[in-house]
């Protein structure tokens, strides 16, 4: 009955009007079928077209976040008392499948543009310089959690192996098999922090033992875990999640 | 129209009531905001803030990282068709002719007569006050989940904002209930263009019927 109104009222348009109407209403429909087609889930999702077009924006998006990141704005600290606890573990597997890392062992490899290639056990990071903050993590999932965690200042770290910090990229390989990557402008924050320590604990298994890299300037999982080797480029070495999908600037 | 009579009796009967950029933002603002609203449920769904999840079959980009790309992506047409007509309503004095003068007085007078079904639709170039405030309302939604929304994706660099939302916590309650209120409208406005439905073509057209 309402539909029969609306036609009505189109037909007490004028004629050409009614013409250009239709063809309004033509892409109307054809609105309303592609809001349908939206709505049901992945199907435009999987088109190619579209999915091209969001591959496209998400890398016009990792340059707005570039250009928005300001090299000297911190994340907010908070006080001990607002600690999440407990903290939540979150990995792209159950907790109970967590792959212990032998610390006596750890060797972290470096590779790419760096001068001074030259393995790092945990003592030798045990006795660098040490800082801690309390900050939030935020999930990409949209959670967040606040945590205490101790380092190496990374900036600090990048000049004692003689990295090149004009290079573009840092990439990380993990324990797990996980794997991610970050801008050098990022790498070079004064709170990305090379961690060793959680709740100023040794760092426990479900946090990343032996080491993390934490970045309260990046959602969650830019911040990988059981770091075994990291090397400086300058060809984007994407990441686990970013791969999938997942924004790869992925700024806070 | 092919004598001048008819020229003058149509320009009689006819008379403009929105114009072109009002018609063109709002259906781009209208694609937009569906994408912005079905992707947002199904992040919503990733870590629901409340003790209920959205059903999929309304939710938009199949997963978690699907629906951030669609709603990072429509942002921008969010973000730059809702400039050009908040400018537009500003700087021609759209906003200030259509939708003002408003008084609670006569929203509430209006708003009862809707609910009662006696709500006149005479005049199709003027907003009664019912409209006035719905249209109102719905502009301060949009502005308050734009910048909630800049809060949640920003927490560092525009941290001053997050804060000002009440915290990266608040702003997402923010940005959720902002959405709310917003469908609410939307659904509202589409249950009285179908009560009313001659308001539909004008949209199109940009023309209604002069009152006799």
Request: charged fraction near 15%; charge should be positive.
């Amino acid at each position: 009955m309402k539909i029969r109104g609306m036609a009505s009222s189109l037909a007490e348009h004028s004629a050409p009007l009614i013409a250009k109407i239709e063809r309004r209403l033509f892409l109307k429909q054809g609105l309303s079928l592609g809001a349908i087609a939206l709505l049901s889930g992945c199907e435009l999702t999987e088109d190619d077209a579209v999915q091209k077009v969001l591959t496209s924006m998400s890398r016009w998006n990792d340059g707005a976040q570039a250009w928005l990141f300001n090299p000297n704005k911190l994340a907010p600290e908070y006080p001990e008392s607002a600690i999440t606890k407990p903290f939540p573990f979150n990995a792209y597997y159950g907790e109970d499948e967590i792959r212990p890392v032998d610390g006596n062992s750890y060797n972290l490899e470096l590779a790419g543009l760096i001068r001074d290639k030259k393995p790092w056990g945990l003592p030798e990071l045990y006795a660098m310089p040490q800082t801690s903050q309390i900050t939030r993590h935020i999930c990409v999932e949209g959670w967040s959690a606040i945590g205490k965690w101790s380092g190496v200042r990374f900036s600090t770290f990048l000049e004692r192996i003689g990295a090149d910090t004009t290079a573009k990229y840092i990439g990380f390989k993990c324990g797990d098999d996980y794997y991610s990557s970050i801008d050098m402008a990022t790498a070079l924050h004064p709170q990305t922090l090379l961690t060793l320590r959680f709740a100023d604990q040794i760092l426990p298994p479900r946090y990343g033992f032996p080491m993390k890299l934490r970045i309260p300037t990046k959602l969650g999982f830019k911040n990988p875990k059981h770091v075994m080797a990291m090397y400086v480029t300058n060809t984007n070495p994407g990441g686990y999640w970013e791969d999938k999908g997942y924004n790869w600037f992925s700024g806070s | 129209m092919d004598t001048v009579q008819d020229a003058v009796q149509h320009a009689a009967t006819w008379v403009q009531i929105h114009p072109l950029v009002v018609r063109i933002t709002h259906w781009i603002n209208a694609l937009a905001i569906l994408i912005m609203v079905a992707s947002g449920w199904q992040i919503y769904n990733a870590s629901p803030l409340f003790g209920f999840t959205i059903p999929a079959e309304l939710t938009l980009g199949g997963w978690l990282g699907g629906a951030l790309q669609w709603h990072f992506a429509a942002m921008w047409l969010l973000a730059v068709n809702g400039m050009v007509y908040v400018v537009y309503g500003i700087a021609s004095g759209h906003f200030w002719r259509k939708l003002f003068p408003i008084t609670p007085r006569a929203v509430l007078h209006d708003v009862l007569d809707a609910l009662r079904g006696k709500l006149a639709h005479e005049d199709l170039s003027m907003y009664n006050a019912a409209q006035r405030s719905a249209y109102l309302a719905i502009i301060a939604a949009g502005i308050v989940l734009v910048f909630s929304g800049l809060a949640i994706w920003k927490p560092v660099q525009l941290q001053e904002l997050t804060a000002l939302c009440g915290g990266y916590e608040g702003a997402r309650l923010l940005h959720f209930f902002a959405m709310a209120i917003l469908v609410l409208i939307v659904l509202v406005h589409i249950a009285m263009v179908i009560l009313v439905p001659r308001t539909f073509p004008t949209m199109f057209s940009g023309r209604a019927r002069r009152p006799s």
